[in-house]
């Protein structure tokens, strides 16, 4: 069984080097895929669909990197070190408008309960720890920002976010799950919210030359990704247990209080909402994007 990597900024120029110098030929090079992970609950279904073999069914050879960051997350596409990656729409709308060629595949099921410092939940005005251009501040508009006055301060490097609502700089803060649940165990309370009509902005997306050269590949590793989906909605137990193994410094404590999505089979999300995902980051960005729904997804592979 194969080795679920960390990788970091100082590996990635390495990493290049193996892709540009080793790249295999042939039938076994476009049945090889590399895929880049976030510390995130979503990440369940391809460790798990790896775990149990899915991938080797399906006659792949599939090597997940676990990112610590979207810094090193985007490197790694930047210098094709990866085909394919665990990101958002707007991530992917940032990266099109800037000329890169990448594509949703599919939504995946991230978790982004917010972390509250105890007594500001009946604050009329909160201080709110976020990424700017991010996921992050996406769903706090949508689900708070009819609820508080919200002053953002955006602090990208995740503990450090953390850190600032325990002390009481900041009063909330949204956070992926599990990292959500460690902050439980710090005294602060999860809160969770709804999607919008089940809309998640988490996708898996893989790069222009991936989708043009290693397109049976990602068909098939669309169908493991669906199998290990219909074990964990049966039962989660294994995923649980594989997010702890995986992603470093989780305390053990915190097992059966990470929420848990119900995972959708591939599917992604309509053009209305990835319209809206693009006019909140052009307001964010306060700049005109040159894209369309059509540009940010491959559809495809969930038809």
Not at 84 to 107: H, Q, W
Not at 113 to 133: F, N, R, T
Not at 216 to 235: G, P, Q, R, T, V
């Amino acid at each position: 069984m194969k080795t679920l990597r960390m990788v970091t900024a100082g590996m990635i120029a390495a990493a290049c080097l193996i892709v540009a110098g080793c790249a295999p030929q042939g039938r076994q090079a476009d049945m090889s895929l590399k895929i880049g992970l976030m510390p995130a609950v979503d990440a369940a279904t391809f460790l798990l669909a790896e775990k149990k073999g899915y991938f080797e069914e399906q006659g792949l050879d599939v090597e997940l990197i676990l990112f610590n960051s979207g810094q090193d997350r985007q490197s790694a596409l930047q210098t094709n070190a990866v085909d394919g990656v665990m990101t958002d729409l707007i991530a992917i709308a940032t990266n099109v408008d800037g000329g890169f060629d990448i594509k949703a595949t599919t939504m995946t099921n991230g978790v982004f309960p917010v972390l509250i410092k105890p007594g500001s939940e009946a604050k009329q005005a909160v201080k709110v720890g976020m990424m700017e251009v991010s996921v992050t501040n996406f769903l706090i508009d949508q689900w708070l920002g009819d609820k508080y006055k919200i002053e953002k301060v955006y602090i990208n490097d995740i503990p450090t976010r953390l850190a600032a609502i325990v002390s009481g700089e900041l009063d909330m803060g949204s956070f992926p799950e599990p990292v959500a649940s460690m902050g439980v165990l710090q005294g602060l309370e999860k809160k969770n919210y709804e999607y919008e009509d089940g809309n998640c902005p988490d996708v898996m997306a893989f790069t222009g030359t991936a989708l043009k050269n290693k397109d049976k590949a990602i068909e098939l590793f669309h169908k493991a990704y669906n199998k290990a989906i219909e074990d964990i909605n049966s039962n989660d137990s294994e995923a649980r247990d594989i997010l702890l193994e995986k992603i470093p410094n989780l305390n053990p404590a915190i097992k059966d209080d990470i929420i848990m999505p119900e995972f959708t089979p591939c599917k992604l999300q309509d053009d209305d909402y990835i319209r809206q995902i693009i006019e909140w980051t052009e307001k964010v960005m306060n700049k005109d994007m040159n894209v369309e729904p059509e540009d940010l997804v491959e559809r495809k592979y969930v038809d």
